[in-house]
């Protein structure tokens, strides 16, 4: 578990980044703001802030705010309790995002793999999302995203947001929020 003096700089500093941007939320929206850097303990590098405006059993919305260079680590949304597995839209509201899934390897990848989780990154098929791009990736979809060296803001849009049955390749990371 993250110390709460990190939690609250993180939430300060993603709630500076949306304002930034311009995307106005509200003083309770920025306090329950999540911030996981997944169990890891290496929130600058691996980790992701997330400000879920609506999840019911239909839909979800959120805003993932990834600081500079900081990676969402590979995983997967697969069926579970008899749902189909979480589909989601990916859409850069702010900065550059890297995002990796199966397909033909990339050469020059742009992302930076977290030193010590090589072997646990398996997709290298890069789409660069520039403010304004989007992409859909269809459920049960191995991925994982990076931002570029000035952070960025995606909002994301899904069908039900099911956190705790995310399967990530790093046997390490366990998603509660």
Same mark, same amino acid.
């Given at each position: 578990?993250?110390?709460?003096?990190?939690?609250?700089?993180?939430?300060?500093?993603?709630?500076?980044?949306?304002?930034?941007?311009?995307?106005?939320?509200?003083?309770?929206?920025?306090?329950?703001?999540?911030?996981?850097?997944?169990?890891?303990?290496?929130?600058?590098?691996?980790?992701?802030?997330?400000?879920?405006?609506?999840?019911?059993?239909?839909?979800?919305?959120?805003?993932?705010? *990834?600081?500079?260079? @900081?990676?969402?680590? $590979?995983?997967?949304?697969?069926?579970?309790?008899?749902?189909?597995?979480?589909? =989601? &839209?990916?859409?850069?509201?702010?900065?550059?995002?890297?995002?990796?899934?199966?397909?033909?390897?990339?050469?020059?990848?742009?992302?930076?793999?977290?030193?010590?989780?090589?072997?646990?990154?398996?997709?290298?098929?890069?789409?660069?999302?520039?403010?304004?791009?989007?992409?859909?990736?269809?459920?049960?979809? *191995?991925?994982?995203? @990076?931002?570029?060296? $000035?952070?960025?803001?995606?909002?994301?849009?899904?069908?039900?947001?099911?956190? =705790? &049955?995310?399967?990530?390749?790093?046997?390490?990371?366990?998603?509660?929020?």
């Amino acid at each position: 578990m993250l110390p709460e003096d990190v939690v609250r700089k993180s939430r300060d500093r993603a709630a500076r980044m949306l304002e930034s941007a311009g995307i106005v939320i509200t003083i309770e929206e920025a306090a329950g703001m999540e911030v996981t850097d997944l169990g890891l303990g290496r929130i600058d590098e691996t980790g992701v802030q997330i400000l879920v405006y609506v999840n019911t059993d239909r839909y979800c919305a959120k805003e993932l705010i *990834l600081f500079s260079r @900081q990676t969402c680590p $590979e995983h997967r949304h697969p069926p579970a309790n008899g749902r189909p597995g979480k589909q =989601e &839209t990916f859409r850069v509201r702010w900065g550059k995002v890297w995002l990796y899934v199966p397909g033909e390897p990339t050469d020059h990848m742009n992302a930076h793999i977290p030193e010590g989780d090589e072997d646990c990154y398996t997709v290298f098929h890069e789409i660069e999302l520039l403010p304004g791009m989007q992409y859909t990736l269809p459920p049960d979809t *191995l991925h994982w995203f @990076q931002a570029g060296e $000035e952070g960025a803001i995606v909002s994301e849009f899904s069908s039900t947001s099911h956190d =705790e &049955t995310d399967v990530f390749t790093d046997s390490r990371i366990k998603r509660v929020p």
